[in-house]
């Protein structure tokens, strides 16, 4: 250990030099430790002030994108639950086309569809997403989905009833629960072939309609998400550049100041062991 004889003028300048060494190797080594050069207010003031700021911006924008990603996920659900829904309409309206009246094959197509509006009940009560169902939900029931920050940026969206939880009602009532109404057999009147054909075609606009709009609403939630994503990157960018340390510069800060407090220790043992040889002179 080096003995330091305070007494003497001419150490003071070496003294507070190490001091000053030994503060920027403290700080050197916290910008290494945490990775940051700008960690509080005390290291820039201004700096740490807008970086937090930024934070603060990013924090914001991660709560968005979770509900435009649960919104989203809603939208493709339901989405996918009225294609196949669809797709079980269309072979229902099928079975309308090939039947006629006193047709003896007329049991066996009612029976067929009977199980495409069971297939197209299941689909619609599977078709939840994080507790809500768009298609059994109210028409009046309205959801609002919020786009950005500000309290304006939402975009607001009302459900079509295709059938209620409780199968009593809905866009899909008549073609899928009400049995009477596409119900067929050998004494099915031509009249009545004509009026169940023009329901299911209602009923397949109406699920191709609400299609379209659950994929134009995907689309747009993903193009926000896309962007609100783009413009973290952006954020994110910024605040690196505003308080993440250089960590090859730090690297190389560190030896050099090692090598200055190396030479500051060996200053003062010079001057410590000169002092004491001219003492000596006098003894």
Same mark, same amino acid.
Request: proline share 0%; hydrophobic share 40%; no cysteine.
């Given at each position: 250990?080096?003995?330091?004889?305070?007494?003497?003028?001419?150490?003071?300048?070496?003294?507070?030099?190490?001091?000053?060494?030994?503060?920027?190797?403290?700080?050197?080594?916290?910008?290494?430790?945490?990775?940051?050069?700008?960690?509080?207010?005390?290291?820039?003031?201004?700096?740490?002030?807008?970086?937090?700021?930024?934070?603060?911006?990013?924090?914001?924008?991660?709560?968005?994108?979770?509900?435009?990603?649960?919104?989203?996920?809603?939208?493709?659900?339901?989405?996918?639950?009225?294609?196949?829904?669809?797709?079980?309409?269309?072979?229902?309206?099928?079975?309308?086309?090939?039947?006629?009246?006193?047709?003896?094959?007329?049991?066996?197509?009612?029976?067929?569809?009977?199980?495409?509006?069971?297939?197209?009940?299941?689909?619609?009560?599977?078709?939840?997403?994080?507790?809500?169902?768009? #298609?059994? +939900? =109210?028409? !009046?029931?309205?959801?609002? &989905?919020?786009?950005?920050? /500000? *309290?304006? $940026? @939402?975009?607001?969206?009302?459900?079509?009833?295709?059938?209620?939880?409780?199968?009593?009602?809905?866009? #899909?009532? +008549? =073609?899928? !629960?009400?049995?009477?109404? &596409?119900?067929?057999?050998? /004494? *099915?009147? $031509? @009249?009545?072939?004509?009026?169940?054909?023009?329901?299911?075609?209602?009923?397949?606009?109406?699920?191709?309609?609400?299609?379209?709009?659950?994929?134009?609403?995907?689309?747009?939630?993903?193009?926000?998400?896309?962007?609100l994503s783009k413009m973290d990157d952006i954020r994110k960018s910024a605040l690196s550049d505003l308080v993440?340390?250089?960590?090859?510069?730090?690297?190389?800060?560190?030896?050099?100041?090692?090598?200055?407090?190396?030479?500051?220790?060996?200053?003062?043992?010079?001057?410590?062991?000169?002092?004491?040889?001219?003492?000596?002179?006098?003894?």
């Amino acid at each position: 250990m080096v003995s330091v004889n305070n007494s003497y003028v001419a150490n003071y300048n070496v003294l507070a030099s190490l001091r000053q060494i030994n503060k920027e190797i403290a700080d050197n080594q916290t910008r290494i430790a945490t990775g940051l050069k700008v960690a509080s207010a005390k290291d820039n003031a201004s700096v740490f002030a807008t970086a937090q700021g930024i934070r603060s911006d990013l924090k914001a924008t991660d709560a968005i994108k979770s509900d435009l990603t649960i919104a989203k996920g809603r939208a493709d659900v339901t989405a996918e639950a009225l294609n196949k829904i669809t797709d079980a309409l269309t072979n229902i309206q099928q079975l309308l086309n090939e039947a006629t009246a006193g047709d003896a094959g007329n049991a066996s197509r009612n029976s067929q569809i009977k199980g495409y509006q069971a297939q197209i009940k299941a689909l619609v009560s599977g078709a939840s997403f994080k507790g809500a169902n768009w #298609l059994t +939900s =109210a028409a !009046a029931t309205t959801t609002t &989905i919020k786009l950005g920050s /500000d *309290t304006s $940026a @939402t975009m607001t969206f009302a459900p079509t009833q295709i059938l209620t939880a409780a199968g009593t009602g809905g866009s #899909l009532y +008549s =073609a899928t !629960a009400k049995s009477s109404a &596409i119900s067929m057999s050998l /004494d *099915t009147a $031509a @009249t009545d072939l004509s009026d169940m054909k023009d329901t299911i075609t209602a009923a397949i606009a109406t699920v191709s309609n609400y299609a379209n709009e659950m994929n134009g609403l995907s689309t747009s939630l993903t193009s926000q998400g896309d962007f609100l994503s783009k413009m973290d990157d952006i954020r994110k960018s910024a605040l690196s550049d505003l308080v993440d340390a250089d960590m090859t510069e730090e690297s190389a800060r560190s030896q050099a100041l090692q090598v200055k407090q190396q030479l500051a220790y060996e200053a003062l043992a010079i001057r410590n062991n000169s002092a004491s040889s001219i003492l000596r002179l006098f003894q």
